[in-house]
């Protein structure tokens, strides 16, 4: 898999039915690898250890349903009232962040309307803050710790 620009950690891959597998420690299971899951593994490990997020307030994969239509959020961060905060997407690397990958994140945050979207294919990492009140959203430099969220 590709380098990434973020830490590194321990890394738990496995073989299973000929298929490669990388621990998702949130969902507490082996999961396929692919170049999307080497980011978002990479992704929340990096929040968890190094911004100090609680592993015990994100979620990954979770699923939205808008009448018929089922969308799914990569990760989810929530408060302590288990209101979503944060919504993260995640590109393959090779995936340019573009403006229709903001238009995928803010399709999810039409339902969720959250403080934070963050998106990263594991090189780029671009996050922003919602402003509700004028109707605008803020980038910031980098991404915040847990505790000035």
């Known amino acids: 898999m590709n380098s990434l620009n973020l830490p590194p950690y321990a890394i738990k ?3 299973q039915d000929g298929r490669r597998m990388i621990f998702d420690f949130l969902r507490r299971k082996f999961v396929a690898l692919t170049p999307e899951e080497w980011v978002r593994q990479h992704f ?4 968890t250890d190094h911004k100090d997020y609680p592993a015990g307030l994100m979620a990954n994969e979770v699923e939205l349903k ?6 799914r959020c990569d990760s989810i961060l929530y408060n302590k009232e288990m209101k979503p905060q944060m919504i993260i997407e995640y590109k393959a690397p090779h995936i340019t962040l573009t403006q229709k990958v903001f238009n995928q994140i803010t399709a999810y945050n039409l339902l969720l309307r ?9 090189l780029q990492h671009i996050c922003c803050r919602m402003d509700y009140a004028h109707n605008t959203y803020h980038f910031l430099p980098e991404i915040p710790n847990y505790k000035s969220l």
């Open 66 to 71: 808008i009448g018929d239509k089922r969308l």
């Open 13 to 15: 891959i496995a073989e």
């Open 114 to 122: 959250v403080d934070y979207l963050i998106v990263s294919n594991g």
């Open 44 to 47: 929340v490990h990096f929040l």
